[in-house]
């Protein structure tokens, strides 16, 4: 039987995003009022600079709201990130056979080693984060920091290896 569960999860934006997204503006707002300031002999010029200046902001502004989606389809977890409802892009995918570790995500201990690719694909303050440590073949140990629903827990849980399935999530 085939198994296919998705989740998606939004990011929570930090007071550090809230500042840079308002600094961002700030310096737009400043930056087109130069442009019509020094450039008003050429009226047309001046506006357009100012509005290509207006949707550079607008385009960086996009790039903060962020969003993780986990897919389980039949023992493989893919998560995707998802920016501005618009943009996706593979970030991690491995067979969930090749778990070696699942356990409660403490955001005192330290994530991964240096050798370790590492993916942190939830809030960091998350209650129900847990830490995935999986063997990629040919690519080393890969390191998952999700807060996976129930949903995507048995779908996760179904493909396990023996020996994690009765530990795992607790």
Same mark, same amino acid.
């Given at each position: 039987?085939?198994?296919?569960?998705?989740?998606?999860?939004?990011?929570?934006?930090?007071?550090?995003?809230?500042?840079?997204?308002?600094?961002?503006?700030?310096?737009?707002?400043?930056?087109?009022?130069?442009?019509?300031?020094?450039?008003?002999?050429?009226?047309?010029?001046?506006?357009?600079?100012?509005?290509?200046?207006?949707?550079?902001?607008?385009?960086?502004?996009?790039?903060?709201?962020?969003?993780?989606?986990?897919?389980?389809?039949?023992?493989?977890?893919?998560?995707?990130?998802?920016?501005?409802?618009?943009?996706?892009?593979?970030?991690?995918?491995?067979?969930?056979?090749?778990? *070696?570790? #699942?356990?409660?995500?403490? !955001? $005192?201990? @330290?994530?991964?080693?240096?050798?370790? +690719?590492?993916?942190?694909?939830?809030?960091?303050?998350?209650?129900?984060?847990?830490?995935?440590?999986?063997?990629?073949?040919?690519?080393? *140990?890969? #390191?998952?920091?999700?807060? !996976? $629903?129930? @949903?995507?827990?048995?779908?996760?849980? +179904?493909?396990?290896?023996?020996?994690?399935?009765?530990?795992?999530?607790?």
């Amino acid at each position: 039987m085939d198994t296919f569960f998705e989740q998606i999860v939004v990011i929570k934006k930090s007071a550090k995003n809230y500042a840079l997204i308002i600094g961002i503006w700030l310096l737009a707002i400043i930056l087109a009022y130069l442009a019509l300031c020094f450039l008003s002999a050429l009226f047309v010029f001046a506006v357009a600079i100012a509005g290509l200046i207006g949707y550079g902001a607008y385009r960086l502004t996009k790039m903060f709201f962020v969003e993780y989606e986990y897919i389980v389809t039949n023992g493989t977890l893919d998560i995707d990130k998802i920016t501005a409802k618009s943009s996706r892009k593979r970030v991690m995918s491995f067979d969930i056979e090749n778990v *070696t570790s #699942v356990e409660k995500y403490n !955001p $005192n201990q @330290r994530t991964s080693q240096n050798n370790e +690719k590492t993916v942190i694909a939830c809030n960091i303050d998350d209650k129900n984060a847990y830490k995935l440590i999986a063997n990629k073949e040919g690519k080393g *140990t890969c #390191v998952l920091v999700f807060a !996976p $629903n129930e @949903r995507i827990i048995e779908g996760v849980v +179904k493909s396990l290896p023996k020996y994690l399935s009765n530990s795992a999530f607790k």
